[in-house]
């Protein structure tokens, strides 16, 4: 039953991508969105935490919210991909179930 | 489904993550796992974080003014939940064991809790 976990912080404002990626399975995917996009830029806190994340596992981020935080899609990891809010419907119906980490 | 909707049992997990006083996130938390319980859903409820600060032993908030929300947790037993949980990494990071829990508690790692989190038909995070 594959879970589709959300991440609206930070990973520098609190513990929510951590634990939520501790918590994840194969199979499962992350979507990083408002605050949590910033997780997605190479290089920074979050990233190292994404780095070492299973391959089974899918990252997602909200493009709005990159687009608004003037990240662009150069400065993401290689394993993000991004979606928009369609997008982020489609995959609240792919997976099975959602949990909002924040 | 020749099943009554009123009588389908789900297993629905809620993750408790915000430590009690600082925000209503705790509170509501309780409350939506009480109802769930009243409904005869099998309900889990796991904490995580600085959630973990929600069933520390000794809390007093007659100084602070307002209710006790916590001492609800005492009433959990009557609730006949299915499983109470806390992670143990968040145990370790906050230096607290057991003994420094109001009730009682099944502790386990992250990875089983995510498995558990996996078998449930509904999560709600807190």
Redesign the interface.
């Known amino acids: ?3 589709l976990h959300t991440v609206n912080r930070s990973a520098s404002a609190g ?2 991508l951590a ?1 939520c990626l ?4 194969s199979g ?1 995917g992350v979507l990083l969105l408002e605050d949590g996009v910033y997780a997605a830029r190479a290089g920074g806190l979050g990233a190292q935490l994404l780095r070492c994340v299973n391959e089974q596992i899918q990252i997602y981020a909200l493009q709005a919210d990159l687009q608004a935080r003037g990240i662009a899609p150069a400065e993401l990891l290689g394993r993000v991909q991004i979606v928009d809010y369609n997008g982020f419907v489609v995959l609240t119906c792919e997976y099975d ?6 | 489904m020749n099943e009554d909707a009123t009588t389908v049992v789900r297993t629905i997990t809620f993750v408790t993550r915000h430590a009690p006083h600082g925000s209503v996130f705790a509170q509501e938390a309780l409350e939506v796992v009480l109802l769930g319980a009243a409904f005869e859903q099998r309900v889990r409820l796991v904490f995580m974080d600085d959630g973990l600060f929600q069933i520390k032993k000794g809390q007093d908030t007659v100084a602070l003014g307002v209710k006790n929300f916590a001492r609800a947790f005492n009433a959990l037993p009557m609730y006949e939940l299915d499983r109470i949980v806390v992670e143990r990494e968040s145990m370790q990071a906050r230096g607290l064991e057991v003994g420094d829990l109001a009730i009682e508690v099944e502790v386990l790692d992250a990875a089983d809790i995510a498995c558990m989190l996996d078998d449930s038909d509904v999560l709600l995070g807190f």
């Open positions: 039953m594959a879970i513990e929510s634990s501790r918590s994840a399975v499962s179930k959602v949990l909002a980490w924040f």
